[in-house]
């Protein structure tokens, strides 16, 4: 108990020190766009593994999503993607989802909520195969020397069962004389419960050919196991701390992004199978994505 309130403490202090910050002024951020035009964007991009909450499957899930989003000049947008599994033994869509939302910006704060309805193919075995969609809302402000961004998500699984989140990064960007290239290194903590790392543990790790196969499991046979039960699900507390350094590079309506990203996971989770309390074993990932996007401006 000590150690969580010290951690909780450390996460309070944290997201308090991070809005208090003032710094020198910087010239211009790539990322901010002044234009009142709607639009639209076609992106593709690549993911090594699907990491969420520095939570993963077992068997590494790279991910090629391609995705179309409509922005209207007052702020409401929709948008749309798939996203492929590359694995040679696994190649499949394994996600579809759809996005509507309202972003707004000002000269320094941005602000964006949105709505998510997953879908997801029933071989999936993405640590997040169970949600079926999330609620989410994002403020980002800019104090020149950092950014600071809070995010709040609601999820909601299958079973009715539902996780909140809370995360929070600092970042600074290093902007090209030309505006053309930007690196902005970035530490993110994120906070929230574990219902849906429940629900993917009792069907992707204990269901079907998996109780045998790759990874943490506990052994044994679906057939024999009556109940299955992670102690901390409704816990809020630490699920991850990361650290990625995203990198753009844009040529008029062309940009290329690449963000490598390495994330400390916290809080391990005690998983209780037939009154059998096995300890979940844990460990930093490295991650990476790469993306190409196009923008399409439309006529005011």
Same mark, same amino acid.
């Given at each position: 108990m &000590? !150690?969580?309130?010290?951690?909780?403490? #450390?996460? #309070?202090l944290f997201i308090l020190f991070s809005n208090l910050i003032i710094g020198q002024k910087k010239d211009s951020n790539v990322q901010m766009d002044s234009t009142k035009n709607s639009y639209f964007t076609v992106d593709l991009n690549y993911v090594s593994d699907a990491i969420f909450m520095g939570r993963k499957d077992s068997i590494s899930?790279?991910?090629?999503?391609?995705?179309?989003?409509?922005?209207? &000049?007052s702020g409401f947008y929709g948008s749309g993607s798939f996203s492929y599994l590359t694995k040679p033994d696994q190649s499949r869509v394994d996600l579809f989802l759809v996005t509507a939302g309202f972003d707004f910006k000002t000269k320094k704060l941005l602000g964006d909520f949105s709505i998510t309805k997953y879908f997801f193919n029933e071989e999936s075995f993405n640590v997040i195969s169970e949600v079926e969609a999330d609620v989410t809302a994002n403020l980002s402000y800019d104090f020149d020397l950092l950014n600071v961004s809070v995010s709040a998500s609601t999820f909601f699984n299958n079973s009715s069962s539902s996780d909140f989140f809370l995360s929070s990064e600092l970042s600074h960007d290093f902007i090209s004389e030309n505006q053309q290239f930007q690196i902005s290194p970035t530490v993110g #903590?994120?906070? /929230?419960s574990q219902n849906f790392y429940e629900e993917y543990y009792v069907i992707n790790r204990l269901g079907g050919d998996r109780?045998?196969? !790759? /990874?943490?499991?506990? /052994?044994g046979s679906l057939e024999n196991i009556t109940t299955v039960s992670i102690? +901390?699900? +409704? &816990?809020f507390d630490i699920m991850a701390i990361e650290f990625s350094l995203p990198m753009w590079y844009t040529h008029k309506d062309l940009t290329i992004s690449f963000l490598p990203a390495l994330v400390f996971p916290q809080s391990k989770a005690n998983i209780v199978v037939d009154e059998e309390l096995v300890e979940e074993d844990l460990k930093e990932t490295f991650y990476w994505m790469v993306g190409l996007s196009y923008r399409f401006n439309l006529k005011k």
């Open positions: &000590k !150690n969580v309130s010290f951690n909780l403490a #450390i996460v #309070i899930a790279p991910y090629l999503y391609p995705s179309m989003t409509y922005h209207h &000049k #903590i994120n906070l /929230g109780v045998s196969g !790759n /990874g943490n499991n506990t /052994g102690q +901390e699900s +409704e &816990k």
